[in-house]
Every structure is written in C-alpha cells, then in structure tokens.
C-alpha cells in the first residue's frame, strides 16, 4: 500500500538540493559551535520559521512531525537539568540536583537536539530524492553508479514494506498466526527475515544487472533527463540564513532572554 501526501511546493522545493544539503551541512556543524543560550534560541527561532512556514505542508501534519522531537527536546532537556552538575543549587531531592548552571545546559541541549531535527525534516520535507541525486551528479560530480545506487536503495525500502505485508497475508491464509501467545509470537517473528531477505537480494541482484547493461560503471559522460542549476531562489536560501542569524546575534546580544554568556558540557 502506498501512502500519498499532498502538500504546495514552496519556494524551498525550488532550491538546488546540492546546495541545500551543503547549506544546512554547514549549519549543523555552526550549531555544535553555539555555546550561548540566548544564540541557540534566536537560532531555533530562524530554522522554526522555515520549518512551519515554508515546507508546503499544513500546520496539523507539521505539528504531528514535531511531537517526536518536541519529546527528544523534553528528555534531553530534563536529563541534563535533573542530573547536570553546577555551583548555584536551585532545588535538592535525593540525587536530583537542579542548578542554575545545569538548567541552561539542559536548555541549550534541548535546543540543539529540537534544531537538528527541524533542519533535518525541512530538509526532508522539501528535497525529493531523485533530483538530489541528479544534482549530485552534476553540480558535485558524484558518479552515476553511486548516485542510482543510493537512488535504487530508496526506492526499494517501501518495494520491502510491500513485500512484508505480503508475507505477513500469506502465513495469515496458512494459519501461521493462529496461535497466541508470546512464543508463537516470537517464533513468527523468526520466520519473516529469511524470505523478505532472499526476495531483497533477488530483487538487488536484479537492479545490479540492470544497471550493468545500461553501461552505468561507464566513464564516459552521461546525458539527463533533468538538468537542475541554480536560481534566485538559492541566493534567498543563503540570504536567509546570513539576514537570520545576524539580526538573531544582535538581539540576544542587546535583549538576552537568559543571564547567561556561555554554556559547555
């Protein structure tokens, strides 16, 4: 069964998906170089804008994609604030120990892992497969063997589910699963791996000679049947990011919401 989810392309479908992935690559590595509170929310603000905004998706399926990671963001945060270390004890129960410095650690942390997953899932949200692939083909220069490799893996993890659920139907009809009970249940669960496995390489061994025949090991220059650039929509990505995190230094910089200047673990 496949699943359709309908949603506007925005803008953000529209940059190049190699400079997107090089964009926010850099962004993550610039997140894990944040150790001011004040900073990491101004820039949780920047990537949340685009997240809700500008993915084409509507705010219910939006917020449904964040109740995971609004719980990474919880037990993350809480963790740290509960257990984090620190000179300036603000509340001591047992081995809770909450103080100031390990509330904005556990904050600054909660933060950081919630600004990871909405950079991942924008850019999830907006890119599709195959055409980041034909850009990293031809603004990257990654090899086609690799790129429809990668390309052929994606497209067979839902072939699997499929190919599950088949299974699943067919020990259904032989009345595999009639009995209950958690060592049936075991005992079913140890007879699924060996079939969707031998289907998968079946099916792998397939594409490999497929991908042989149509000469994709070839050095010689291939021809696409989408030619993606670059576009005014890239230069408002990057500008984005420049205008955002400048106007959000200057603003935890004069209107710091926390009296703190640094974090570290």
Not at 137 to 158: E, G, T, V, W
């Amino acid at each position: 069964m496949c699943m359709n989810i309908s949603f506007e392309e925005s803008w953000l479908h529209k940059v190049n998906p190699a400079l997107k992935l090089i964009t926010l690559t850099f962004l993550f590595v610039f997140v894990v170089m944040i150790h001011h509170l004040n900073d990491m929310i101004t820039f949780t603000f920047t990537v949340s804008i685009l997240f809700f905004f500008c993915t084409g998706h509507s705010y219910k399926r939006i917020l449904l994609f964040l109740i995971p990671f609004l719980l990474v963001f919880f037990s993350t945060a809480v963790s740290m604030i509960l257990f984090g270390k620190g000179e300036t004890t603000l509340f001591k129960l047992g081995i809770v120990n909450v103080t100031e410095e390990s509330l904005f650690r556990g904050l600054h942390l909660g933060f950081r892992a919630l600004v990871f997953a909405m950079m991942g899932m924008t850019f999830v949200l907006t890119t599709k497969p195959v055409l980041l692939f034909y850009s990293l083909m031809q603004q990257l220069k990654l090899q086609p063997k690799y790129a429809y490799s990668f390309m052929a893996a994606i497209r067979l993890m839902p072939i699997m589910f499929e190919e599950l659920q088949t299974i699943l139907d067919a020990q259904k009809v032989r009345g595999v699963h009639s009995q209950k009970g958690i060592r049936s249940l075991l005992k079913d669960i140890k007879s699924l791996p060996i079939p969707l496995l031998s289907q998968s390489i079946r099916r792998a061994f397939r594409i490999a000679v497929a991908m042989e025949a149509k000469r994709f090991n070839s050095t010689n220059e291939r021809t696409y049947y989408y030619h993606l650039g670059f576009s005014i929509f890239d230069l408002l990505f990057i500008g984005y990011f420049i205008l955002m995190i400048s106007l959000g230094y200057l603003f935890a910089t004069e209107f710091p919401l926390f009296p703190v200047t640094d974090v570290r673990y």
